[in-house]
Structures are given as structure tokens and as C-alpha cells.
């Protein structure tokens, strides 16, 4: 029997070419669209073509449809990405934390809320423009995501968070396709969207300032307070934590015989905590809202490689499983501006094993950022 995939489509060349190759595979495929862009005022950001989840987004992935001869559905799903991922992505911030809301809508939208749906229309299968690779082990009896043939556009960093049973339900078939092959493919098939430019930033932040989204939707974010140093000393002012990641530089704004930095935050006493480039360096990590993928939960420790952000070299180190959903991550050597709020995500050569949310750095450099904000008089 043929299989019925659903296959979400953004209005992009990518998900209409992985649209596109599951039609010349025989498959009965179903376009949907997930309206997800809160209703914005500025209507010339609200068209933006680099966006996503926009009117003109819809449009494209209709005439793609049209073009592919599949049915095609827009799914009204602004609630649930207002309520789990943009008011995350607020309250990440509140709490003095840098979070990646396109994790968190592959966890709560994308693939949890797009499979339940996908239920009422008699299909099998999920599918996205992801350029990643799922696949089964039968020798540990568990599915895994896998690299992207095409390094540079690799996305496995962001799909940590997918279950097993999502997994199992789930495909990429961009995974073997290098980008220039997608858009080689998307022109053969003369599909509109074949020279689209790609989007960029975050998707419902369409003017590209997080700062001045973050002042609008919650104005209390920009509650003036103070720099303080390693010794705890107060150094300057800011106006507001959430303006602020951990190894920022520009925008501090404190005289000093060498360069300072974002080392910390702390949402508490509302202080950012600046020091030299050497603070930033932290060898030890703890992961919560963890999701053991290519491994099973409690295996270990492990020798394998991870990731803290999504564009750097994966470096190597010990995963160590504290519970089903929580582990910690040793490395090698020390790792650069690792962020409370980012991704860590493991892996044994080009398969996931597990990831999580970064929570603290575990080191000698990190007592001493808490002392400091425990000696700071304000």
C-alpha cells in the first residue's frame, strides 16, 4: 500500500523539494503549513521574504502544491506557538538565560503537535526540508539522527529533542542532498521557489532586533542595574540583563586596561558579571531536559564529542548520564562561552547520542564568577 506523509512545508526551496522527492518516490503526499507568526502591525517586516510563517510564506507553499499537484492545508497553531516557545523565549531571558526557540518549536510544535495532527488525516509518516538523516540500529534497537551529508547545512544540532516514537515516524529526505543539489533539483522541476533566498534569524522576530521585540512584549525586561568584575566591584550600569549573553563584548561600555566580557548573569541581583577573555573558558557542564537519542538512557559513561552552540567544531570529552533526563559533559580541553539556555548535543561521530539544555558550567573559573557576585554591594 502507498504510505501518506504529511510533509511541512515553510515556503521555502528546501521542504519543496523534500516535498517534490517523496511525490517521485510514490508516496500519497499531503503539504500543510503551520500559521505559527504572531499578527504583526508592521506590515513590510510582516512580508519580509526571508521570513517564515508569514502571508507570503503560505502563498509560496500553496503555488509549490499547485505546481506538485498535492493537496495542501495551512494549520492555525498561533496559540501553542505563543505559548510554548514565545513565552519561553521571554521567560529564557527573564531567568538570565540565552535561549534557542527553534529547538523548542521542533520539540513542541513541529513534530509533537504536526504527528497528533497528521493522526486525523490517515497518515503514516512526517516529513520536513531538515538537512539531517534518521535511521534504525538494530543492534541497540533504537532510531538516531544522523549528520547531514551537506556539513555546512547540517540542522541535527537543533533535533535533539525528538522521541523515539517521533523518530520512528519521521523523515529527512534532504539528509543525502547537499544545498546546491536542492536548488539544482527545485529549478529542474520549475518550482517558484527554486531561488528563494533562505530565511534567517528568529521567525517571529521578523525585524531582527531580539532587543526591541523583548522591549515590546515585556517592557519590565529593561530594568536598568550594575556591571560588577571578578572581585565583586561594581564598574558601570546596564539597562537590562536580557540585553545581554555570556561572551559578548560589545555594548559593555566599561573602561578597562584590557578587554572585558559577559562571564555571567545573574537574574537574582540583576548584575552582569564582566572579566577577561579566560573566564569564559569552562571545562565541565550539566544538561537538564535532556533527550538520550542514539543512546540509551543511563549508558555510560562515554567518550564521544559535543557541541554547546550550533556553528563550532564538535570537541571532544565524557558524557556522563545522571538520570533520564540529565547528564554532565566534560571536555577535553575548556570550551568557550558555554551559555545557561544553549544546546549541548553529543555525539559519536555523525550520530546523536543525546542532548539537553545547558544549565551551569561546573569549574574553578565558575566558583569564582559566584563569589564575585556574592562580594558585589548593590
Known amino acids: 500500500m502507498t504510505k501518506r506523509v504529511v510533509v511541512g512545508m515553510s515556503g521555502g526551496v528546501d521542504s519543496a523539494v523534500a516535498a517534490a522527492l517523496l511525490k517521485e518516490q510514490d508516496y500519497d ?27 507570503s510564506a503560505v502563498e509560496d507553499a500553496r503555488r509549490v502544491a499547485d505546481r506538485l499537484g498535492i493537496p495542501y492545508y495551512v494549520l492555525n497553531m498561533r496559540d501553542l506557538f505563543n505559548e510554548r516557545v514565545i513565552k519561553h523565549f521571554v521567560s529564557e531571558y527573564r531567568r538570565g538565560r540565552t535561549p534557542n526557540p527553534c529547538i523548542r518549536c521542533n520539540d513542541h510544535v513541529k513534530f509533537g503537535s504536526v504527528l497528533l495532527r497528521s493522526a486525523a488525516m490517515d497518515c503514516d509518516l512526517v516529513a520536513t526540508g531538515h538537512y539531517a538523516r534518521a535511521g534504525y540500529d538494530e543492534n541497540s534497537g533504537r532510531y538516531y539522527i544522523r549528520r547531514a551529508v551537506d556539513q555546512r547545512k547540517d540542522q541535527s544540532y537543533v533535533l535533539y529533542p525528538l522521541t523515539q516514537n517521533e523518530l520512528s515516524r519521521t523523515m529527512f529526505p534532504l539528509g543525502e542532498m547537499t544545498k546546491d543539489q536542492t536548488r539544482e533539483k527545485a529549478r529542474a522541476l520549475g518550482l517558484p521557489v527554486a531561488n528563494k533566498v533562505e530565511s534567517q534569524d528568529i521567525c517571529f522576530i521578523p525585524s531582527r532586533d531580539y532587543k526591541q521585540f523583548l522591549v515590546q512584549v515585556a517592557p519590565d525586561l529593561a530594568k536598568p542595574g550594575y556591571f560588577v568584575d571578578l572581585a565583586g566591584q561594581i564598574v558601570g550600569e546596564h539597562q537590562g540583563i ?14 578597562s586596561s584590557e578587554p572585558w566580557y559577559v562571564v555571567d548573569l545573574d537574574a537574582e541581583r540583576n548584575l552582569v558579571v564582566v572579566g577577561p577573555s579566560s573566564a569564559l573558558y569552562h571545562r565541565r557542564l550539566r544538561a537538564t531536559d535532556a533527550n538520550y537519542v542514539g543512546l540509551a538512557p543511563n549508558v555510560g559513561p562515554v567518550h564521544c564529542q559535543a557541541r554547546v552552540r550550533y556553528r563550532m567544531d564538535s570537541a571532544a570529552g565524557v558524557l556522563i548520564p545522571i538520570d533520564d533526563s540529565s547528564f554532565e559533559f566534560e571536555f577535553d580541553e575548556p570550551q568557550r562561552a558555554i551559555t545557561p539556555g544553549q544546546a549541548v548535543v553529543c555525539y559519536d561521530g555523525e550520530i546523536v547520542l543525546a542532548g539537553g539544555a545547558i544549565e551551569r558550567r561546573i569549574s574553578p573559573e565558575a566558583d569564582q564568577i559566584e563569589q564575585a557576585k556574592e562580594l558585589a554591594v548593590v
Open 242 to 255: 536580557a540585553f545581554f549573553t555570556i561572551g559578548q563584548r560589545r555594548g559593555i561600555g566599561v573602561q
Open 29 to 55: 503526499v499531503i503539504g500543510v503549513t503551520l500559521n505559527l507568526a504572531p499578527k504583526l502591525d508592521d506590515e513590510e517586516n510582516s512580508a519580509r521574504e526571508d521570513a517564515c510563517c508569514t502571508l
